[in-house]
């Protein structure tokens, strides 16, 4: 990985990460945050230019929020660039593949019936994400044979909009925790101090262990099933590995965020444009540049409008919908 990207992509997440706990209704200024964490590492007598006040919104909000959006953007970033690669798509993302509306699913299915705080959530999403996956697998395999992708896509809108409408169901019969869940789909990031964090640390760092040991192999899997399976490569094992690791991952934002849409296609396709298309590149920065984007854009949400704030989705969905539709074209224009 050229070392420069990886410097920059390190620089614009510490920056985004910076901004995040700083900026806000009460105003932090960065020189006082950096004073802040001086002061705390051990060794140094360096007093804390933080009031008791400053010092609790520092900690016990903001910094929390902050890191719960690196890893959301961080799992999503990363399951983008690890679908495109599996399914050699890169309009493959955990949305269009139906696997974020699997884990909406199983995530409406607990707050309708155990609350949103329940320690079921990231496993029922889970669950209801595998269940999307597989269907979209079985689905385009039966159509194909598994060998068009593009059809694997199609099959992936498929089952997302079937699981949308059994969503939607479920609402019917649950209306008290209709606002619940309404406020959930549109994507936040509020969090009980760093018990969100607790909860999908191990699932995010698991996905992402996972789908990084196989990026070399993913290179690999660019030239075709055939030439990869010349070279050694076991090519469904792989395909199943990861793609669990990825689902994993999108299940475990989810979770915690609701649905915020189009990360794993702008920031893999950043990378892209800028760092080249190896996905030892690729899936790295992907997985940095999509904490940083993620951080930035929930800045946004909770400011632009302050003392209100905006569903995080909708800041993504009007910065990613465009994008689609410029990645789409160029697609398009390759092919003819």
């Not at 798509?89 to 607990?110: M, Q, S, W």
């Not at 590149?281 to 540049?289: D, F, G, T």
């Amino acid at each position: 990985m050229s070392t420069r990207w990886l410097a920059a992509s390190l620089l614009a997440l510490a920056a985004a990460l910076l901004a995040g706990i700083s900026l806000g209704p009460a105003g932090i200024p960065p020189s006082a945050v950096l004073g802040d964490l001086l002061s705390r590492i051990p060794g140094l007598d360096a007093g804390t230019p933080l009031t008791p006040l400053d010092s609790a919104v520092l900690w016990e909000l903001r910094a929390p929020r902050v890191v719960l959006g690196a890893l959301v953007g961080a799992s999503l970033g990363l399951a983008g660039g690890a679908y495109q690669a599996v399914f050699r798509n890169p309009l493959a993302d955990p949305y269009l593949l139906g696997v974020a509306a699997g884990a909406g699913l199983g995530a409406t299915i607990v707050i309708a019936h155990a609350g949103a705080g329940s320690a079921l959530l990231p496993v029922a999403a889970f669950a209801g994400a595998l269940l999307a996956v597989g269907g979209a697998y079985l689905l385009g395999r039966s159509v194909t044979g598994g060998r068009d992708t593009a059809t694997l896509i199609l099959a992936g809108v498929a089952v997302a909009a079937f699981l949308t409408a059994v969503q939607a169901l479920v609402l019917t019969t649950n209306s008290e925790d209709v606002r619940a869940v309404y406020t959930w789909l549109l994507g936040r990031l509020s969090t009980s101090g760093w018990k969100s964090i607790l909860l999908v640390l191990p699932y995010a760092a698991l996905s992402l262990a996972v789908v990084l040991a196989h990026r070399r192999v993913l290179d690999v899997l660019r030239l075709g099933d055939e030439e990869a399976r010349s070279l050694g490569v076991h090519v469904g094992r792989v395909r199943v590995v990861v793609i669990a690791a990825a689902t994993l991952g999108t299940a475990a934002a989810v979770a915690v965020s609701g649905l915020i849409g189009f990360v794993g296609i702008v920031v893999p396709h950043l990378v892209r444009l800028v760092a080249g298309s190896s996905y030892r590149v690729v899936l790295p920065l992907s997985a940095l540049l999509g904490a940083a984007f993620l951080v930035a854009t929930d800045l946004v949400a909770r400011t632009a409008v302050a003392p209100a704030e905006l569903p995080i989705g909708i800041i993504t969905a009007c910065i990613g919908a465009p994008f689609f539709v410029l990645v789409l074209r160029l697609t398009r224009a390759k092919t003819l």
